[in-house]
């Protein structure tokens, strides 16, 4: 498995040397952080920083994931990127999921900004929520709980633009809804689904969640972010998490992906796919390939 072709389904480039550019959240205080010290990762990561920890990885394609550039101006952030990958030799990032706030007036313009760039394939707004727990709350509100955020979701129709919905277990629910509202459009469930916790009755909770989301065909998961929430962790500790996914959503709705530079705070970019080689080392090639690489080029069309 040393050379299998990978397609990272999930990573960020930020240039923090570019006065136009904010990364708001990066700036915030170890204190005030969602998770880890934002001071790891608080430098500029470009093109070729990424090329450079995937060295040692048959890197074939990569999908970049919108890191909140600029809320205000979004279509900057794909302009840049389409921009690196038009005049890059790798030719990556191959794929953009960009940034747009549903709850805001202006989404049809900023959804046809955003498609004014070939590589535009989808669109994230991070939607999690923990009123319990407001340091894991990266949304402002429970927006799938938002009427008006809801019915401004019809917009993404008929573009062949994906979502990738970044939420926690006891949101799934919801997202089933949507995604049943929505069937039309492809959903892509980021890290995992967010297991906060590695106790025994979290882990049984985030699978029922995870089942009740799965029962929708057109929802896909992405197992990557396991540094987030488990900053110690082991190929032992992530297994579980990284195998039930594969259970509940089958190999032919799954992929892995780095989660750079983000995960870095936690451990190299090598360690994470030799891990996730391991376990799947009994899997069979067509199953690899699946994970690895194919249904990330068939998920976000490249």
């Known amino acids: 498995m040393k050379n299998i072709p990978i397609v990272d389904a999930h990573h960020h480039l930020w240039d923090l040397n570019n006065e136009h550019t904010k990364y708001s959240w990066l700036m915030v205080t170890e204190g005030e952080a969602f998770f880890g010290d934002y001071a790891a990762i608080r430098k500029s990561y470009l093109l070729e920083d990424y090329i450079k920890d995937a ?25 840049w990127l389409q ?9 990556l990032p191959n794929a953009i999921v960009a940034f747009a706030d549903f709850s805001k007036n202006n989404i049809v313009e900023i959804l046809d900004g955003h498609q004014e760039y070939k590589n535009t394939k989808g ?13 894991y709350s990266h949304a402002s509100e429970d927006f799938m709980k938002n009427t008006t955020w809801v019915e401004n979701f019809k917009n993404i129709r008929n573009r062949n633009l994906s979502f990738d919905i970044q939420i926690y277990k006891h949101q799934m629910k919801d997202a089933a809804d949507l995604a049943n ?5 492809l959903f892509i469930l980021n890290h995992t689904g967010e297991p ?10 985030w699978e029922e969640n995870m089942k009740k989301l799965a029962k ?15 900053p110690q962790w082991t190929i032992d500790s992530t297994r579980i998490f990284v195998e039930k996914t594969i259970q509940i959503f089958g190999i032919d709705r799954c992929m892995f992906a780095s989660n750079f530079p983000v995960d870095k705070i936690f451990n190299t970019f090598d360690n994470y796919w030799e891990s996730f080689k391991e376990i799947t080392k009994n899997y069979s090639e067509n199953d690899k390939k699946l994970l690895f690489s194919s249904n990330a080029e068939k998920f976000y069309r490249i």
């Open 196 to 205: 906060c916790y590695q106790t025994e009755e979290y882990i049984q909770s």
């Open 216 to 230: 929708c065909e057109n929802v896909a998961a992405k197992i990557s972010g396991l540094g987030m929430f488990d």
């Open 123 to 135: 669109i994230r707004q991070i939607l999690s929520f923990n009123k319990e727990e407001p340091k």
């Open 181 to 185: 509202k929505y069937d039309d459009v």
């Open 55 to 79: 060295q040692n990885q048959n890197l074939i394609k990569s999908v970049h994931v919108q890191a909140e550039h600029d809320d205000d101006k979004p279509v900057n952030e794909t302009a």
């Open 83 to 91: 921009s690196l990958a038009d005049n890059h030799s790798s030719k």
